[in-house]
């Protein structure tokens, strides 16, 4: 079955330094989604990426979506403190039939930022 | 604020009981879902509907019983349920193969 993996698993940084977190996929994917859960939250949509090479920026944070699309990496600039939470990948499989693709989500990084 | 609303938000509940969680959407989406989630795992898809019609279900104990009355609403019920079924439960809607919007979760306690 699909498989979405994702490191690191934690990361731990001063504020003002870059976090990136990357996620691979072991089939080709439809779209691959980001979302951000704040501790003791839900988990919050924050952009999809369709297109082969596909790269969107929103403020500090740059999404990338390979070439292949199976891989896909969020880069934040100059960390803060709001951007503590866990950053979560989900690749959508080629929806089957009249049914919609599969929504895997990789295992997460735990990002932590010292003030 | 999430448009998708999750009730109760706490639930305790021994292993006889017979519980339910809902769920309800109003923003037309024709796609929603259940998830379980642990603490410090991604979220695991539990069953997925498309227009009212269960189309995923993720090899789920039969313990978990999915229902969709209407496209605005989800339930999930619950019987006879184990410890290990503790767990965030989050519903999700969307709009075909768009984003999710989560509700903010039913945090369940099985006793």
């Known amino acids: 079955g699909q498989q979405v993996m994702q490191i690191p698993q934690y990361q731990h940084v001063q504020e003002g330094e870059d976090f990136t977190t990357y996620c691979n996929s072991s089939t080709t994917l439809s779209n691959i989604q980001w979302y951000k859960q704040r501790p003791g939250g839900h988990p919050v949509f924050l952009i999809q990426?369709?297109?082969?090479?596909e790269v969107k920026k929103q403020k500090r944070l740059t999404f990338q979506f390979g070439e292949a699309k199976k891989n896909s990496s969020l880069h934040i600039t100059a960390t803060q403190t709001t951007d503590v939470g866990t950053y979560f990948c989900a690749g959508r499989g080629n929806a089957g039939g009249t049914s919609y693709g599969k929504l895997t989500f990789g295992q997460g990084t735990i990002l932590t930022v010292h003030p | 604020d999430t448009e998708v609303t999750q009730t109760p938000k706490h639930l305790v509940m021994g292993m006889t009981n017979k519980k339910s969680l809902k769920c309800e959407q109003h923003m037309g989406h024709r796609a929603m879902y259940w998830y379980k989630q642990k603490a410090k795992k991604p979220p695991e898809l539990m069953f997925v509907y498309s227009y009212e019609k269960l189309s995923i279900n993720e090899s789920v104990p039969s313990r978990f019983s999915p229902e969709c009355p209407n496209s605005s609403l989800l339930n999930l019920h619950l019987h006879a349920l184990q410890p290990e079924d503790s767990a965030l439960y989050l519903c999700?809607?969307?709009?075909?193969?768009?984003?999710?919007?989560f509700g903010e979760g039913s945090r369940l306690t099985v006793l």
């Open positions: 990426l369709v297109k082969s090479g």
């Open positions: 999700a809607s969307s709009l075909f193969t768009g984003e999710l919007f």
